[in-house]
């Protein structure tokens, strides 16, 4: 399984960027997706994920009322709208498919995930 993601760039803080995620090569609308970030020098963290139906989505707490993830499972791809963005967003964001076919759940730590993207860098000024 590949994962592509893109979108990234350079925006200043109140602005909006629209993250995507291609998959190919293995199935992909029976499983979760997610995508998490990492800062210079921090640990990768969860952002938000989505159910493999699309019904549920999770979010971390700093990005509820901001980011929204969403998917279209016949186009095989995740996206995250990001908005109002901040300087504290600037990462690099990695898309991530899940281990466990048609569940409901989402795993917030790293090891609920089989694939990774290689990561698209987005970077807020002030």
């Known amino acids: 399984v590949q994962l592509q993601a893109c979108g990234g760039g350079l925006v200043q803080a109140g602005g909006s960027l629209r993250l995507s995620c291609a998959a190919s090569g293995g199935p992909f609308s029976i499983y979760t997706m997610a995508w998490f970030r990492q800062a210079p020098g921090k640990e990768r963290e969860f952002v938000a994920a989505?159910?493999?139906?699309?019904?549920?989505?999770y979010a971390t707490d700093s990005v509820k009322g901001r980011f929204t993830i969403s998917r279209d499972n016949a186009e095989n791809t995740v996206n995250l709208q990001m908005n109002s963005l901040a300087p504290e967003d600037t990462a690099v964001y990695y898309c991530a498919r899940g281990r466990t076919q048609y569940t409901i759940s989402a795993h917030r730590g790293q090891s609920g995930y089989a694939y990774w993207g290689q990561g698209t860098q987005v970077t807020v000024s002030s």
């Open positions: 989505i159910t493999w139906s699309g019904d549920v989505t």
